[in-house]
């Protein structure tokens, strides 16, 4: 049997945007999705016990087949011979925007690695989990699969001309508090990158000034983040979510969170991945302030995630 874990993570600043080529800052949580795999069965059967918002594994099914046979035909692994069987499970629970998806790809390429008895660079892992993101997200960034692969605080840049992408290594003085809160509605990660790049084509002068101000953010966000300017990072976040309602990815549920959990203190908030649904992020440093929003979220009946970012695998 081989075995993979991947981690989940929450996008800190420049989601959407960094499909374009604008830089965004990820970092993964300590919540991570495991994997095991056999080779026996028929054909490839999931097992898929990762305790998960109310509909999520049900929806992205037919995306999960198509992104496990991504990753055997990129492995070079015959899919008419091979049996397998796979299953999923972790502390990373499957909610939109969290990098669920990416986290499982990453785990399943270790596992079928381990299973097979070839030894993967990280690198390579990147690239198979990468290759896997495209059945759910259509044309991925790679932001979520490379936080996924390696974990930590990471300054990422897609190359548009398909050449290596840019992937630093941000280091902060300390692990944050974040609070993650589920809007609980399951989003289409592939129709919400494929409706911002419908809306960019109808007005691609509005599209640009506003890709030009989230570049602004993510370089102000960098510094922020490395003067360990808490204060600074949670304005920041906030304008982030202005410019995320710009271009038409939030929703009634996540403009109702984030504004809950600003009332209550936090930093920052912002939705925090595909959006339409899916998750927000506070940022809400000290476990006091963490607890008072978290329980507020909870309260309103909605899920929650009391976690860190920066935390240095
Ligand atoms: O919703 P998630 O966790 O799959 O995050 C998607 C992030 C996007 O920027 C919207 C897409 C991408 O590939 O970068």
């Known amino acids: 049997m081989g075995r993979g874990s991947g981690f989940g993570k929450t996008i800190l600043f420049g989601e959407h945007f960094v499909v374009h080529g604008v830089p965004g800052i990820v970092s993964a949580i300590d919540l991570a999705t495991d994997a095991e795999v056999k080779r026996i069965g028929e054909g490839i059967t999931i097992q898929d016990e990762r305790k998960g918002a109310k509909g999520y594994t049900e929806k992205k099914r037919t995306q999960q087949k198509e992104s496990i046979e991504r990753m055997l035909t990129i492995m070079g692994i015959d899919l008419e011979k091979t049996s397998l069987e796979i299953w999923l499970g972790g502390r990373l629970p499957g909610f939109s925007g969290i990098g669920a998806s990416a986290a499982s790809s990453v785990a399943i390429a270790r596992a079928i690695a381990e299973e097979f008895k070839t030894s993967l660079s990280d690198e390579r892992i990147n690239e198979i989990a990468y290759e896997a993101e495209k059945a759910y997200a259509g044309t991925p960034s790679g932001i979520d699969n490379t936080a996924a692969t390696y974990g930590g605080l990471i300054w990422f840049v897609k190359n548009l001309s398909g050449g290596p992408n840019t992937i630093e290594r941000l280091n902060i003085k300390k692990p944050v508090e974040i ?63 202005l410019l995320l309602q710009k271009i038409g990815v939030s929703s009634e549920e996540l403009d109702y969170l984030v504004n809950l959990t600003r009332d209550q203190g936090a930093f920052g908030a912002k939705l925090t991945g595909g959006g339409g649904g899916g998750c927000m992020v506070a940022l809400t440093p000290g476990k006091e302030l963490q607890e008072t929003v978290a329980a507020t979220i909870e309260r309103e009946r909605f899920q929650v995630l009391r976690t860190k970012i920066g935390i240095q695998r």
Do not use: C, W
């Open 179 to 241: 609070v993650i809160g589920n809007t609980g509605v399951v989003a289409d990660t592939k129709e919400m990158v494929a409706g911002v790049a419908e809306r960019m084509k109808e007005n691609p002068e509005e599209y640009e000034r506003l890709f030009d101000q989230a570049k602004d953010l993510s370089f102000k966000a960098r510094k922020a983040l490395e003067d360990f300017n808490l204060r600074e990072v949670g304005r920041l976040m906030n304008k982030n979510h």
